[in-house]
């Protein structure tokens, strides 16, 4: 225990006297998530559209009107052909193309239909989509409210014979930050604790103060723990600045559960998050090594943990990725618990997950560790 | 009793392609200074880090203190103090953390042997405060000693602790080895100066991995085969060559700014004449007593032969 206590105070010291770790603890989760949520938004607004207007009649002018009115899109420009507002497209000025064709009103008037011409620009391909979407809304609305207004004619046949509301449970409002603030809190400690454990054990092989010790009677277990116990400590505090300043007096987010939960999770998911650092650290000889090791892991671990694409719809192969990948499941738990208020009998799979996790990775760490310093 | 005993130690990298150490047999008494003497890349290294147990042998038997290497490497490192070639120590933290923290470490302080480094750190005490980082080569030196004997080993190794260091360090440090070894130290000390050997009471002469000669330096010297020759002239260069083409020249080869040659029938004078005759000016030459050196390259040459 003494050894231990001195093994922590040497990393302690060491730690507080390096400015860049102290920045790197203090300043950049924080901003990281001030900024990340604010920018990595689904919402898609700001489609641009370009309209070529044929008829000039009095519905064009209105259907014109209520795309302008609507918040999702910004019309920036009114040719008078189509091939005028291609050109718009291929300079990526333009995300639509609205074009209404010569006599719109009339033949809607007399023959109760008629057709516009859209065409999208898929290079963004979410933007495309989402786009398109929001503009057949527009003008499914207003066909209904034509038809109503030209034919007078009485709700008889009503437009649309079954019309679905949805009510959207703990997220009512669709908040995306609410959605991604926790699983970018999550993203923020695997990156913290995964690189500072790794990168720090790897300065010692480096410097070559590893050897040092290695001829001390200091116990393999008493190093690790050194190296492993500052850095817990560090992915909590960090935790604890995103979840109650950051969280909850930017954003507004308290969690509908347990806090205490979290944490729970959290101590597991740091012990089994530094033991992969401790993991890459023995299989580099040079912190550059550490540093690509841990970045191609730390890569994956984000695009295939449903961070920001939802894992249900990848394909199998990548899903049984997701399910071997650590941060997804504290990201479910963050999600869970902090907009569901789900209790520890339904994230009960998650803690044993990980628990297997925080085993194999630092199992595995240990064993290699011993052998290469036999 | 021998405080190392080391016999028939091997050791092979990259799969048994390169052999760093071929078969090595030595034994250090108790209190005695013995290097190992070779040039870089001769296996030094590798034998020091088996015997301080940071690396197993393919083969071979050493023992430290009477304890097994493979088998005993944890109390082998209560008892040893290793400074290592490279400096090594915190460089963020300060003399004194840094001598405290080997200190608690192996569960000792510095007061409690304070009388073994009391020399040596207290040329560095005024920078205690210091971060390790920021002392110079000397100063970092002494702490690195200071921090190999805090915990008062029985052996200490010291992987070429002059490499690097300026003369007037160097002579300083030999002065304090020879002090901790009036203090019953037996130092084990590697380094590849030739001019260091006579400073150790034996040594083991190195090369490619296997040990030419261990014995102390005036034995070595004394085995010398031959008598040694210096010579000189005006143009060393063209000097060199032409020894190299005369039959009589059992051996030449540069040795600062002389040759040191040896002679078939050790007739000096004709020699020297004879090189006159080759349109030599400024010839020299005289009798001189081989070094470690002289001897290290004549053994050389005998083990590639």
């Known amino acids: 225990m003494r050894t231990l206590r001195f093994l922590l105070q040497k990393e302690f010291r060491q730690i507080f006297r390096n400015p860049t770790i102290l920045r790197m603890i203090m300043v950049l989760p924080i901003v990281q998530l001030i900024i990340l949520p604010l920018a990595a938004d689904y919402e898609i607004k700001n489609v641009n559209i370009a309209i070529v207007d044929h008829d000039h009649s009095t519905s064009s002018q209105k259907l014109i009107g209520e795309i ?23 300079r990526d000025k333009a995300d639509l193309i609205l074009e209404i064709p010569q006599n719109f009103e009339r033949t809607l008037v007399r023959e109760g239909h008629e057709n516009y011409f859209l065409a999208v620009n898929a290079i963004n391909g979410t933007k495309a989509i989402v786009g398109s979407n929001y503009l057949s809304r527009i003008v499914n609305d207003f066909n209904a409210n034509l038809r109503l207004q030209l034919l007078k004619q009485p709700l008889s046949t009503p437009p649309q014979a079954i019309e679905a509301a949805a009510i959207n449970w703990y997220n009512p409002l669709l908040n995306y930050r609410l959605f991604m603030v ?94 992969f650092g401790l993991l890459i650290s023995t ?74 996790f925080a085993i194999v990775f630092n199992g595995w760490a240990v064993m290699s560790y011993k052998k290469v310093s036999g | 009793m021998s405080d190392v005993h080391v016999e028939n130690l091997v050791k092979t990298y990259d799969g048994g392609q390169v052999k760093a150490v071929n078969g090595i047999s030595f034994a250090v008494e108790k209190g005695e200074l013995f290097g190992l003497i070779g040039p870089d890349g001769a296996g030094k290294t590798s034998i020091f880090r088996m015997l301080t147990t940071l690396l197993l042998p393919d083969s071979g038997k050493a023992t430290v203190t009477g304890l097994d290497i493979v088998h005993d490497y944890k109390e ?17 933290l300060t ?17 409690e042997n304070y009388h ?36 008062k080993p029985s052996v200490l190794f010291l ?32 380094t590849p100066y030739m001019d260091e050997a006579t400073l150790c009471e034996r040594i083991a002469l190195i090369q490619s991995g296997s040990i030419l000669s ?74 001189i007593e081989p070094t470690v050196e002289d001897c290290f390259i004549a053994l050389m040459k005998n083990a590639n032969n």
């Open chain 1, 182 to 275: 926790p699983g970018i809190l999550v993203f923020l400690i695997t990156m913290v604790a995964t690189y500072m454990c790794a990168l720090n054990i790897v300065k010692e092989k480096e410097i070559g103060t590893i050897e040092q010790i290695n001829v001390t009677p200091v116990k393999k277990y008493h190093f690790i723990l050194g190296k492993l116990i500052p850095f817990w400590l560090i992915g909590m505090l960090i935790f604890t600045l995103g979840l109650f300043i950051v969280a909850r007096l930017v954003y507004g987010i308290v969690p509908v559960g347990s806090v205490l939960l979290l944490y729970a999770y959290l101590a597991i998911y740091l012990v089994a998050m530094l033991g």
């Open chain 1, 68 to 90: 302008g009115a609507s918040r999702y899109f910004s019309i920036t420009d009114y040719g008078s052909s189509f091939a005028q507002s291609y050109e718009l497209f291929q």
């Open chain 2, 214 to 287: 261990i014995d102390t330096p005036q034995n070595i010297i004394k085995q010398f085969p031959d008598k040694l020759y210096s010579v000189r002239s005006d143009n060393m260069i063209r000097l060199i060559n032409d020894l190299r083409t005369m039959p009589e020249v059992t051996s030449v080869y540069s040795f600062g700014d002389h040759h040191h040659i040896t002679l078939r029938d050790n007739n000096l004078d004709g020699l020297l004449q004879e090189l006159t005759e080759k349109g030599h000016a400024a010839v020299d030459g005289k009798p």
């Open chain 2, 95 to 111: 003399v004194e953390e840094n001598l405290s923290f080997f200190a608690t470490i192996f569960n000792t302080t510095i007061e």
């Open chain 2, 76 to 92: 082998i490192r209560s008892h040893v103090g290793y400074m290592p070639g490279k400096f090594s120590l915190y460089q963020d």
């Open chain 2, 159 to 190: 992987d070429e602790p002059t490499t690097g260091v300026d003369a007037v360090s160097r002579k300083e440090f030999w002065e304090m080895l020879k002090a901790l070894k009036a203090q019953g130290i037996t130092i084990l000390v590697s």
């Open chain 1, 283 to 356: 299989y580099s000889n040079t912190q550059q090594q550490a540093m690509s090791l841990a970045f191609f892991f730390v890569m994956i671990f984000l695009l295939m943990s449903g961070l920001f694409t939802s894992i249900d719809s990848m394909p199998t192969w990548a899903r049984w990725i997701a399910l071997a990948n650590p941060v997804t499941y504290f990201i479910e738990v963050m999600r869970m618990v902090v907009l569901k208020g789900s209790g520890f009998a339904d994230v009960k799979l998650h803690f044993f997950a990980m628990l297997g």
């Open chain 2, 116 to 151: 073994l480094i009391k020399d040596i750190y207290i040329q560095i005490k005024p920078f205690k405060n210091r971060r390790a980082g920021k002392l110079s080569g000397g100063m970092k030196q002494k702490l690195a000693l200071c921090c190999a004997l805090i915990h």
